[in-house]
């Protein structure tokens, strides 16, 4: 089944006039970000738009979303006063299913325990037009990139790895459920125009080399916040070489760097997947435009002049890559990981080994795993660590063991877990003896920040490809090297695994019996979606207040946090996933991941009306409870991570007024305007150090709040001093009504009541 032929016919009828105005606008050749970016402007443009500076409006082609983060946007897009939504959107029941003993048993008790969830999202998702893919079908990721990532379309998807899809030429950019509501609901979607980073590829892959290699380089070079407020283009013939799937590893993972999306131009192996996942009409069509649906010639020749940054990586050279531990850019090529291991003190013996997830389960990624797991059986190997496999999608999962991959590594103990997220999102009940113990564990997947994987902060996570992981599943060692080092079998003999080899695609085609599609009901205003006002899972949403037109005098520090705080310290993933769609009881593991700068503790704040210390959230409620507003101070790239928007909705349901860092990432910073919420930076960073645990703060310059205006923070000390602070923003005209409102359903809504 191809779906959403006619949308695609109708964009690629227009490419061509629209990537000609838009090389016109702009008076020069384009990349393919700024081809698709032109492309899809929800108005045609008057000027050409500046990178890094403009606000743009945007019409994205589709919306897609995941179990956890569609609970909380289509409990708002129901509230806005439309029966239907405007463009093709998908719901994906993928993050609710723990990983405890394997497919069969986990996915059952999912079904069991997550019901009231599932039929609430199935009959929303039936009542408003929304494809529903149900529990077992596969990940978000996987499932978009086999059924609806075209060439030259642009998605928005309520998760931070909806890039993805760029693997087959998509900008697909990870967005809060906010934004995903305005786009269903037929609106402008507004981003700043990306600044671009230009990756060039030369060379080949070969041995042990892989496509995950080249993004944990990549996050080796720019960091985690390397990307943010950007579009990182890979072009080359290297790039060309790499497989679809393989390519869209590269995008997933582009996320760590906090970039906006990553692509890759459209090319014969993008034609070869489309075909072998049953879309040779969509192959067809691209070919007839492809031209567009890659850089200008005039690029590819001298790619420093229209790239705000440029990096070279030769794939001929590339070593694999190990990145870690508690943060995807710290790589380490293989040669070296051994050393650092040893020289860092950590854990050297391996425990787990799990490969899949959303990032690498392509068919590519399973077969050249399982070719090293057959020799292993042939050479009289045995898996020294605990070794899983999370198939990607049932598509992935029927052809892989239709193809004899499940057995193989059945015999050397793997266990194959649902075709879910998992262990890659702290939905794991690990088995170990005391949590306390330092411990290793590696994974194809693509974060490992703190008790990311199984809620142990003991946890050492390293990420790497499926070869080298499976490669150390095997050998149970961290300091052991494939590529040079061999190991002692079952009858003490040394061996070496010679390298890995795999195909992109089945010989055989992809097969599945059922892919777990649910079609929406033509007409769904007979549809009926309830929600029981005793039910702990799902609350329906009341407005949040409007912005009483003051300054804001008398708030209270909340909390100061210190370091790196993501959005799993915000907002954690694991067991508090149940609770999604019901925002109070969320709202209760509110920032108690989050170190406390005062005394190094976690979920442990001075409340400033009792004296005493105790948990972030209990400590807020009480202020609000009080009548008190709050402020939140964070550290650099706050709110790094995943894109769930509960993170910036619950500090403004217990009352938080502004969140007050040194710099944000960029989803989180949206997420946080999206909500109402005051998001701000220091104008000098070092003010940070200038907050102190007891200040009575006010908060300057709202009145007068305006794009490019700075807001004063007054602290007040508890020994009578004062200390002026001055704050920046990047609020435009539009953001401001969203403050002012009270948010941006409250801005929706109201331009809906007036139709």
């Not at 690629?12 to 384009?30: I, N, Q």
């Not at 929406?520 to 929600?531: E, R």
Request: proline share 4%; with cysteine.
């Amino acid at each position: 089944m191809v779906f959403d032929l006619d949308l695609i016919k109708k964009l690629y009828a227009g490419l061509p006039s629209k990537v000609e105005a838009a090389r016109k606008l702009t008076g020069t050749p384009l990349t393919l970000a700024e081809k698709i970016l032109y492309a899809h402007l929800y108005e045609p443009a008057a000027k050409a738009y500046t990178r890094g500076k403009d606000y743009v409006d945007f019409a994205p082609d589709r919306v897609a979303m995941q179990d956890a983060t569609a609970q909380m946007a289509l409990l708002q897009f129901m509230t806005c006063g439309r029966d239907k939504v405007a463009v093709p959107s998908t719901v994906h029941c993928d993050h609710l299913i723990q990983a405890k003993t394997g497919a069969t048993e986990d996915l059952k008790n999912a079904l069991n325990v997550n019901k009231e969830v599932y039929d609430f999202l199935s009959s929303i998702s039936n009542k408003y037009g929304i494809g529903f893919w149900k529990a077992g079908a596969g990940i978000i990721h996987q499932v978009v990139i086999e059924n609806y990532a075209f060439p030259g379309g642009m998605m928005i998807g309520t998760d931070s790895h909806t890039p993805n899809a760029g693997g087959l030429g998509m900008v697909a950019i990870g967005v809060g459920g906010a934004d995903a509501v305005d786009v269903m609901a037929g609106l402008a979607w507004e981003l700043k125009m990306p600044k671009l980073i230009g990756v060039k590829l030369t060379g080949k892959l070969s041995g042990w080399a892989s496509p995950k290699d080249v993004i944990l380089r990549v996050a080796g070079i720019l960091t985690v916040k390397g990307g943010t407020g950007a579009i990182v283009e890979y072009f080359g013939e290297g790039a060309d070489s790499l497989s679809a799937t393989g390519k869209g590893t590269i995008c997933n993972m582009g996320a760590e760097i906090g970039a906006t999306c990553s692509l890759f131009a459209y090319d014969e192996k993008m034609a070869e997947y489309l075909r072998a996942t049953g879309r040779t009409e969509v192959a067809d069509l691209a070919n007839g435009v492809r031209e567009h649906l890659r850089p200008d010639e005039a690029v590819y020749a001298n790619p420093e002049k229209y790239y705000d940054q440029l990096i070279e990586i030769d794939l001929n050279t590339l070593e694999p890559h190990v990145n870690g531990p508690f943060t995807p850019d710290l790589a380490w090529p293989i040669s070296k990981f051994a050393e650092a291991v040893k020289a860092n003190n950590w854990p050297e013996r391996l425990e787990v080994a799990l490969i899949g997830s959303c990032t690498n389960s392509s068919y590519e990624d399973i077969s050249r795993s399982a070719s090293l797991a057959e020799q292993a059986i042939k050479k009289n190997l045995k898996a020294k660590a605990e070794f899983t496999i999370t198939p990607g999608s049932e598509l992935v999962r029927h052809t892989i063991e239709r193809d004899g991959f499940l057995k193989t590594f059945d015999q050397i103990g793997g266990v194959v877990l649902a075709n879910a997220c998992g262990p890659c999102i702290g939905q794991w009940a690990r088995h170990i003896d005391d949590p306390n113990r330092k411990n290793s564990i590696i994974t194809s997947f693509n974060r490992n920040f703190a008790k990311r994987n199984d809620g142990l902060a003991s946890t050492h996570a390293f990420v790497a490809s499926p070869e080298i992981v499976t490669a150390f599943a095997i050998a149970g060692d961290l300091t052991f090297n494939p590529l040079k080092d061999k190991l002692k079998n079952e009858d003490g003999q040394e061996v070496m695994l010679d390298e890995p080899t795999g195909v992109e695609l089945p010989p055989k085609g992809f097969s599945v019996d059922d892919p777990g599609y649910q079609a929406p009901a033509a007409d769904g205003s007979g549809v009926q979606v309830i929600v029981s006002p005793e039910s702990q899972r799902l609350q329906l949403l009341a407005p949040f207040a409007a912005w009483e037109g003051t300054d804001l005098k008398g708030l209270r520090l909340l909390i100061k946090a210190k370091g790196k705080c993501t959005t799993d310290h915000i907002s954690m993933a694991g067991p508090w996933l149940k609770f999604r769609g019901h925002l109070d009881n969320i709202s209760n593991n509110m920032l108690i991941g989050a170190v406390n700068f005062y005394n190094e503790k976690t979920d442990n704040v001075k409340n400033e009306l009792t004296g005493e210390y105790g948990p972030v959230p209990a400590t807020q409620r009480a202020y609000k409870a009080a009548g008190i507003g709050t402020v939140v101070v964070g550290d650099e790239n706050y709110g790094e991570g995943s894109s769930r928007e509960h993170a910036a909705m619950e500090p403004r349901h217990l009352g938080v007024r502004a969140i007050i860092v040194r710099s944000f990432a960029r989803i989180h910073e949206t997420n946080l305007k999206k909500q109402g919420m005051l998001a701000l930076t220091f104008n000098d960073k070092a003010d940070y150090d200038k907050i102190q645990e007891d200040d009575v703060i006010e908060l300057n310059g709202l009145t007068t709040f305006a794009p490019g205006s700075t807001i004063t923070m007054v602290l007040n000390h508890k020994d009578g001093s004062k200390d002026s602070v001055v704050l920046n923003h990047t609020y435009n005209e539009q953001q401001i009504e969203w403050f002012k409102a009270g948010g941006a359903l409250n801005v929706i809504r109201a331009s809906f009541a007036k139709k």
